[in-house]
């Protein structure tokens, strides 16, 4: 009887501790919403109501799953939306965590620019689209879209290897061997999508000795707008040998762009 009171006591002294070092935590350093600064509570998971509102609208819409457009599933001819008929893709099947607005937009953005802490909103985002995805079983390795190595080194991280290494998988691991061999233009200053695709062409090639024969590959990257660059990625790693190669990205942007 006594060890009883002697525990639940303990229990009790302990929460009350806890507690009182997360009021003096928040008083010193109170938490803020990542994406805009608005002050919040620990338990916001951090962003504030406001940008979680916008976030939620960003996502959950149905999708083509060969290119990512907003589609509806009634609108899918065998399996495609109507912008995918009669083009070459050569990744497989693609899955997203929503589209390229309001607040995940201003987080992608930010995001690529420094502001890193935004990795855990980010990187739940892309994990909850994995989760999701037709594919999550059949992926061998994650494959993050690569930068040149002189805008690796000017920015300091690549953004898309950064989300890749938030993924949860059972077996898949992260393999790098696919890289940019040419630098190229930003693609946002590209006004089409067959400008898009031959300033990537030819951009990407397996390192020596790579691993991607016979495996089911899934490229991780930030935003698609036409695809090009993941279409060239996904060329590049079909050419070296891997069986299937499927896409993961956090928005896609240009819905209207042809």
Partial sequence: METTKSKRAFTLAKQAGTFTLQGFHQLL??????????????????????????????????YCPRCGRDASRYGLLEGVCPVCQGREIHFDRIARSGV?????????????KG?????????????????????????????????HWSRRLARG?????????????????????????RRTKFQPMMASAVQRAKNVAGAFAGRYRH??????????????????TLNECAKTLKEAGASKVFALVLAVAGQNIS
């Fill in 29 to 62: 350093w109170p938490a803020v919403c990542v994406n805009c600064g608005a002050s919040i509570c620990e338990s916001d998971k951090n962003l504030c109501k406001d940008c979680w509102d916008e976030l939620l609208a960003c996502t959950g819409a149905d």
């Fill in 115 to 147: 502001k890193t802490e935004l990795d855990l909103v980010l990187g739940f985002l892309a994990d909850s689209a994995l989760q999701g995805s037709s594919f999550f079983d059949d992926i061998e390795l994650f494959v993050p879209v690569p930068l």
């Fill in 211 to 228: 691993n991607f024969a016979g495996r089911a590959v899934c490229l991780g990257d930030d935003i698609k707008t036409t695809g090009a």
């Fill in 100 to 112: 390229y607005a309001d607040a995940l937009s201003e987080m992608v953005l930010s995001f690529k």
């Fill in 157 to 181: 991280y690549n953004q898309s290897q950064v989300l890749t290494k938030k993924l949860k998988h059972p077996s898949a691991g992260i393999n790098t061997d696919l890289v940019r061999i």
